[in-house]
């Protein structure tokens, strides 16, 4: 069974740097592109970042130039590097397959950016 777990959130400020890491159970993970997600209050989830089994990165143009991310195919592990954060970066962020895969969908981590 696979099994993708997120951590490494929390609160910062404005400008401030995260690195979220998602640690994936299972054979899945190295043959398949992943991303990031993240859903704000009241919004709907949206992919963020993906990064291809190569490790070609892909970004929404809003986290382009600020975030980063990375696979480590050894440790099963991707992870978001997230600088400059910014208030409306606030959300809940998963990490799933890209594309997502409805029955892989963790707890995820919360990211709230505030002064």
């Known amino acids: 069974q696979v099994q993708l777990v997120e951590s490494g959130g929390g609160l910062v400020q404005p400008g401030g740097s995260l690195r979220l890491s998602c640690a994936a159970s299972?054979?899945?993970?190295?043959?398949?592109?992943m991303g990031w997600y993240r859903q704000a209050p009241g919004k709907q989830r949206e992919l963020v970042a993906s990064?291809?089994?190569?490790?070609?990165?892909y970004y929404v143009d809003s986290v382009k130039g600020r975030f980063t991310i990375s696979r480590d195919n050894a440790k099963r592990t991707v992870y978001l590097q997230m600088d400059n954060l910014k208030p409306e970066d606030t959300a809940v962020y998963y990490c799933n397959l890209a594309p997502a895969y409805r029955h892989l969908w963790g707890q995820g981590t919360q990211v709230t950016v505030s002064s």
């Open positions: 299972g054979s899945i993970f190295n043959n398949n592109a």
């Open positions: 990064i291809s089994s190569g490790g070609r990165g």
